[in-house]
């Protein structure tokens, strides 16, 4: 089975404070997702990657940035962390072009509230 | 960011039932129907899913009805279980990039 790690279960931060959250897929994926999960408004695409290096805008970008240095592993980066950024955090991936359909394994997520 | 209207938001369905949660999108875009299912604490986890070239698709309890016209596509649980209980999303999907649903929570009581 696919596994999608995420660092973190629970994290709090301040305001202000710079926030990283680590994801790492094992099964050779070609794509990465991250998405934030708020009550009534479902999930929402903050940033997607579909190759090393490579990272595209989703629909929520601003305030986060990504890394993605290594196949496996997808960071989010929250530069100055804002209490509206209080929210949990999925990582997903998903095979990629060799696919013939695309099948997200998510992970198990990381809470984060920012004080 | 309308794109995708879940319906309803939450369903309290007795043991033995038919849930039934519905989905409407307006980008003809889309090529890949699938539903989600997320259970507490946990990432959602893929349940079934359908393409457009086809009207229903049925995995055991779980059938997907499809209406290209309509742009709308439904789950429907049959005899419904407690285990069943959940949150479940649409997520009607265009090159790589799926567009979730608000969610719904989904109740079976005995």
């Known amino acids: 089975d696919v596994k999608v790690t995420q660092s973190s279960r629970y994290l709090v931060k301040r305001t202000g404070e ?3 959250l680590e994801c790492v897929q ?19 695409l903050i940033y997607f990657s579909y190759d090393v290096k490579m990272k595209e805008k989703g629909d929520i970008p601003e305030g986060y940035s990504v ?9 989010l980066i929250l530069e100055s962390a804002s209490t509206n950024q209080t929210s949990m955090y999925l990582c997903a ?4 072009v060799r696919a013939t359909n695309e099948k997200l394994f998510f992970g198990s997520g990381t809470q984060l509230s920012v004080l | 960011q309308q794109q995708v209207k879940q319906s309803p938001q939450s369903l309290i369905v007795q043991k033995g039932g038919i849930s039934i949660i ?14 989600y299912q997320q259970f507490p604490g946990k990432g959602p986890a893929l349940l079934i899913a359908i393409r457009p070239d086809v009207s229903e698709k049925k995995e055991g309890r779980f059938t997907i009805s499809f209406n290209k016209s309509a742009k709308q596509f439904s789950l429907h649980i049959m005899d419904s279980q407690p285990g069943d209980s959940a949150t479940y999303f649409c997520a009607p999907t265009r090159s790589r990039k799926l567009t979730f649903g608000t969610g719904t929570r989904l109740q079976v009581t005995l």
């Open chain 1, 67 to 75: 890394s993605r240095e290594k196949k496996e592993r997808f960071s």
């Open chain 2, 22 to 35: 519905n989905c409407a999108y307006e980008n003809t875009a889309f090529d890949y129907f699938p539903w």
């Open chain 1, 93 to 96: 991936s998903s095979l990629g």
């Open chain 1, 26 to 44: 094992d099964m050779d994926h070609e794509n990465m997702f991250w998405y934030r999960q708020d009550p009534g408004l479902g999930l929402r």
């Open chain 1, 18 to 20: 710079k926030v990283f």
